[in-house]
Nanobody
Framework: QVQLVESGGGLVQAGGSLRLSCAASGRTFSSYTMAWFRQAPGKEREFVATIRWGGINTRYADSVKGRFTISSNNTQNTVYLQMNSLKPEDTAVYYC?????????????????WGQGTQVTVSS
């Protein structure tokens, strides 16, 4: 079992920055993949970014490339999402997720464990 707890969400003006954190506990291994997804009201959950523990391989949604950076701290079992140049359309609940096979999937249904989510609101 893996437990994930997100933090760092909040209200920010357009153009501002936030850093989300996802603390993992339980069984975590270097082969695991961590990811961030988001879900806006009335919309489906969408992929944001993913990383393999160790941080060498990453993948991003086109909508966040160049603005968001995913990183991991293996000693603290924590994954981060640095979000810069935020836009109102980035407003959503952000979820951390993990899968155990190391594949950098963009599909929410392929992730086994999820956190409770953290709200990010970007005002115009």
């Amino acid at each position: 079992q893996v437990q994930l707890v997100e933090s760092g969400g909040g209200l920010v003006q357009a153009g501002g920055s936030l850093r989300l954190s996802c603390a993992a506990s339980g069984r975590t291994f270097s082969s695991y993949t961590m990811a961030w997804f988001r879900q806006a009201p009335g919309k489906e959950r969408e992929f944001v970014a993913t990383i393999r523990w160790g941080g060498i391989n990453t993948r991003y949604a086109d909508s966040v490339k160049g603005r968001f950076t995913i990183s991991s701290n293996n000693t603290q079992n924590t994954v981060y999402l640095q979000m810069n140049s935020l836009k109102p359309e980035d407003t959503a609940v952000y979820y951390c997720a993990t899968r155990t096979d190391g594949f950098l999937s963009t599909i929410a249904g392929t992730y086994s464990y999820w956190g409770q989510g953290t709200q990010v609101t970007v005002s115009s």
